[in-house]
C-alpha cells in the first residue's frame, strides 16, 4: 500500500528511491538474446546510452554507439571496453539513408536531449522533433526494410515520462506561432515516440518493438537541460546504469516481451494517465502520414 502511494507521487517513483524499491522485485538479465548479437545505440556515447553499451558488452554482445560529438565517445572509455563508434547526426536524414550500417540485431533508438535554442530542419520541424521523431522513424524503416535487422528483433525507442502531461501537437513545429519552449517541444517529441511505438508493430508485426521511460538519471544532459530541477534533485537521481536497466531488460525478453507496450521499471505502464492528453485518431493518423511523407522524400 506504501510502495503504491510512493509510486502515485511521482517524485518517490521516478527517482533513485523509486528503482530502489522496484528493482528489489528484479531477476537477473538473461544473456540468452545478448550474448553474441550486434547492437546499434544511437546517442550512445555518454549517459543511458553509454551504461546500456557497457551492459550488453559485458553480456557478450558486439555494440556500436552513434552520436555527433567524436570527442563524447573518446572521453566516455566506450573504445577500451571494445565498443564501436559511428558519427551520426539524428537530424541528417541523407547520412542516417545513406550509411552503410552494416547488419544488426537489435537497433535502440535512444539519442535525444534538449537544445536551449530554436534549430529547424527543412523549415518543417524543429531540431528536437526532426531528431527524436523523424530521424529515428527514418533508421527503423531503413533498417527493416533494406534487412538490416532480422526477422524478430528488438526495437527500442527510449522516451520520457516528460510526455505524460503532453497531448501530441503537430500543428506549429516550427514555432512559427509560440515563442519557442524546449521542454513542450521535448515532451510533445517523446509523445510521438510513444505513438510511433504503439503503430509500428501493426505496420511490422515480426519485429519486437518497445518504449520506456529511464526514471530521472543524473546525466549530463538533463543537468544542462533543467540546471534548477537536478539541482533540488541531485541526491534523488538515478545513476546511468539504473536509468539503461529497463531498456536492457526489453532486448532480452525476446519473443514473449508484449509488442508495442511502453515500459517502467521493467512493467508496463499505462501511456494516457490523463484523459486530456489523448490524442485523436486524425492526429495520429498525421503523425504517420508525416514520418510517411519524410520517408518518402528520402528514397524518390
Ligand atoms: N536523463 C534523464 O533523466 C532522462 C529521462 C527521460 C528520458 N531520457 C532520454 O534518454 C535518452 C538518453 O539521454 P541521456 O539523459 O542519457 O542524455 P546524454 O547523456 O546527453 O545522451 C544523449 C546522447 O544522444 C546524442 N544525441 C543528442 N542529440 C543528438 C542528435 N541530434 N543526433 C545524434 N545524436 C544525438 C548525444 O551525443 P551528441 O550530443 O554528441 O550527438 C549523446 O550520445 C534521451 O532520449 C533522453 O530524452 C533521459
Known sequence: MLDR???YSIIYSFDRSGY???A????NIDEQYIRGRRFLITGGTSG??????ERLTNQGASVVVTGRDASKFEQSGLEQASIDFLKLDMADFSALMNEPFGQFDGLVCNAGGMPNNLKLINDEYDLIFASQV???YLLIRRFIEQGLLPDGAPIHITSSGGMYM???DLDDLCWQEAPYDKVKSYANAKRAQVILNQALPNRYPGYRFS????GWVGT???REALPGFTGRLEKRLRTNDEGADTIHWCLAQGASLPNGEFWFDRAPRKVYPFFWTRESDTTRARLLALCETAWAEQIA
Open 166 to 168: 503532453q497531448k501530441l
Open 24 to 27: 528489489r522485485h528484479f531477476d
Open 48 to 53: 543511458i546510452g553509454a551504461a546500456l553499451a
Open 211 to 214: 518504449c520506456s521511460h529511464p
Open 134 to 136: 523523424v530521424g529515428h
Open 20 to 22: 530502489q524499491r522496484h
Open 5 to 7: 502511494l510512493k509510486d
Open 220 to 222: 549530463d544532459a538533463l
